[in-house]
Nanobody
Framework: QLQLVEFGGGSVQAGGSLRLTCAVS????????MGWFRQAPGKERNFVAA????????LYADSVKGRFTISRDNAKNTVYLQMNSLEPADTAVYYC???????????????WGQGTQVTVSS
């Protein structure tokens, strides 16, 4: 069992930056793929980024490539999402999730955090 807690969300103007952090408790953190998803009001939960257990492979949604960077610190059981050049379209609740394999669909993820709100104003 894993428990995930996200923090670092907030309000920022377009063009600004935020870094989200997901702290994970539980065993064998380095065996899990970690992903970030986001959900805007009235919309589906969408993939943002994922990183393999050892951090050797990362995947990104096309909409965030070149602007967002996912990373992890296995010694601290923590995963990060650095978000730069934020746009109003990035406004959503951001969720951290853990999976046994590197996938981009929410149904492949077994553990979820409670989410953190990111609001980008124009």
């Amino acid at each position: 069992q894993l428990q995930l807690v996200e923090f670092g969300g907030g309000s920022v103007q377009a063009g600004g930056s935020l870094r989200l952090t997901c702290a994970v408790s539980g065993r064998a953190f380095n065996t899990y793929t970690m992903g970030w998803f986001r959900q805007a009001p009235g919309k589906e939960r969408n993939f943002v980024a994922a990183i393999s257990g050892r951090g050797s492979t990362s995947l990104y949604a096309d909409s965030v490539k070149g602007r967002f960077t996912i990373s992890r610190d296995n010694a601290k059981n923590t995963v990060y999402l650095q978000m730069n050049s934020l746009e109003p379209a990035d406004t959503a609740v951001y969720y951290c999730a853990a999976a046994g394999i590197l996938k981009t669909t929410p149904d492949k993820y077994d553990y979820w955090g409670q989410g953190t709100q990111v609001t980008v104003s124009s």
